[in-house]
């Protein structure tokens, strides 16, 4: 089958990988002039099935509220723009945020990521792409002891639903991850995901996408989507800005971008962007910079190291489309950063960056057929597009081969908003 991918960031380059690996003729149709160069060029770099409890949460309402005026808070939605679509966002969002949607949303979320997790795993014994892997686990750490009871409970529901995570002492945080040390006299606890990893999700896509390309798979850069030509229930052919392009099916992997095309089409994807930022710093002193991946929960902040560098990214701004920086936000993430590893590196040096995560209202992506017969999505995984790109991918390569996905898709489509 010819089989088009609209855009290459890291769901996109692992849906093509699968597919070419299925045996079908895979064309990627992409603005930019390599792949991974959007939301996937500077995240948290985390692939941690830890973080499946979705924002949708009850706790979250009152924690935005106490937020709400801060410019440097972890989460600011701007209300007072005149933008519907966040309006309507918005109320599905805090439809999800009670107690039973949360732990569906979990359980949803959960599924994809531990089976991405363990494609990923499967994926680098078959191919040898550097990208700073590294399979130290993810250590979560709490200052505010009733954040941490907090974060008791949620493990407790990720443990019985097959996610692996252990409450530690910060005695035993330390000798996890002894570069904590400055920090340690403020924090309360923390808690382990022995078996989550990081990585850098630009090096992995670019090497999996020459690595698809040296399979066949025809990546198409700096050519961008303009529109469709429709057929009934089908999609006859994708415009390009290069010229139209015909195929038996059209897998939409354009991040925040999927929404404005597939309202195009008639569909209704409630994908909104949520900008985060990143600061990645050049490390000066090897013992001060942590191995294990970090997540300093109350500020919504990540830490990665990639190899020679410290990747420190988080926070999240409803405010559109535009991933233009705020300092406000990009030198909070700085600011949290220093006071955990004070000494790591040259934290004036560090390279900022924003990003647009696709999120849906449930954190849930969306992977699956559409009611246009030819046409699949995989997009909307907002905080996770890194930890769920190689098992969506996998899971919707199978999807459209004909054969049943090795995961329970129930709750994954487009279906589910009606
Ligand atoms: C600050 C921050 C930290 C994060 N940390 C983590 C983390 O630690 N772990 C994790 O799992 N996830 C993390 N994420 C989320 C993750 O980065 C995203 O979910 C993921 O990158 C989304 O990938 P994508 O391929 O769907 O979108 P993108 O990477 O945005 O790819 C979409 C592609 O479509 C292309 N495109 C768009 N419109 C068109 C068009 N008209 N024509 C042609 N091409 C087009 C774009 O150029 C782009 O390359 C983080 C995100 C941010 C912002």
């Known amino acids: 089958m010819k089989v088009v991918v609209l855009g290459a960031g890291v769901v996109g380059t692992a849906a093509v990988w699968y597919l070419r690996q299925s045996g079908h003729e895979v064309s990627v149709i992409e603005r930019q002039p390599g792949a991974g160069l959007e939301t996937s060029f500077a995240n948290g770099g985390q692939v941690s099935p830890c973080h499946a409890e979705p924002w949708a949460n009850p706790a979250t309402p009152f924690q935005a509220l106490k937020w709400l005026g801060k410019p440097d808070a972890p ?14 966002w918005l109320l599905r ?9 949360t732990r569906i949303n979990t359980d949803r979320t959960l599924r994809v990521a531990l089976y991405s997790r363990q494609c990923l795993q499967e994926l680098r014994r078959e191919v040898d792409i550097d990208y700073d ?19 008791i409970k949620a493990a407790e529901l990720m443990a019985k639903l097959g ?25 309360t606890g923390a808690i382990f995901t022995p078996d989550d990893e990081s990585g850098d999700a630009h090096k992995f896509t670019q090497g999996l996408a020459a690595q698809a390309a040296a399979q066949g798979a025809l990546f198409c850069y700096g050519t961008t989507v303009t529109g469709f030509l429709r057929d009934g229930d089908r999609i006859a052919q994708v415009m390009t800005d290069k010229g139209p392009i015909t195929a038996d099916a059209f897998v939409m992997t354009l991040g925040s971008w999927s929404h404005v095309w597939a309202r195009q089409l008639g569909l209704r994807l409630p994908v909104y962007p949520a900008k985060g930022y990143s ?3 050049a490390v000066t002193d090897t013992a001060q910079a942590p191995q294990v991946s970090i997540t300093d929960d109350e500020h919504k902040i ?3 190291r990639l190899g020679g560098r410290l990747r420190c990214a988080g926070t999240a701004e409803l405010s559109g489309w535009s991933d233009a920086m705020d300092p406000v936000r990009a030198n909070a993430i700085v600011k949290q950063a220093r006071s955990l590893f004070p000494r790591a590196g040259d ?69 589910r908003f009606g």
Do not use: Q
């Not at 892997?133 to 974060?151: E, N, Q």
């Not at 790109?389 to 279906?415: F, N």
């Open 75 to 88: 989460l600011i939605f701007k209300w007072w723009r005149y933008d519907p679509e966040l309006w309507v």
């Open 93 to 101: 969002f805090l439809a999800n945020c009670t107690p039973g949607r």
């Open 133 to 151: 892997a590294k399979t130290l686990g993810i250590l979560h750490v709490y200052r505010d002891p009733s954040a941490f009871a907090h974060a």
């Open 163 to 187: 996610l692996k995570r252990e409450a530690k002492t910060v005695a035993e945080a330390l000798a996890i991850e002894p570069a904590l040390g400055d920090a340690a006299p403020e924090l």
């Open 279 to 281: 600061a990645t710093l």
């Open 302 to 304: 990540v830490f990665s």
């Open 347 to 415: 934290y004036t040096g560090a390279e900022l960056w924003a990003g647009l995560r696709p999120t849906t209202p449930d954190s849930v992506p969306v992977i699956g057929k559409t009611r246009l017969k030819n046409l699949f999505l995989d997009t909307g995984h907002g905080t996770l597009g890194w930890t769920m790109a190689c098992g969506s991918g996998k899971a919707l390569a199978d999807v459209i081969s004909g054969r049943e996905p090795e995961i329970d898709m129930t709750g994954l489509g487009i279906e």
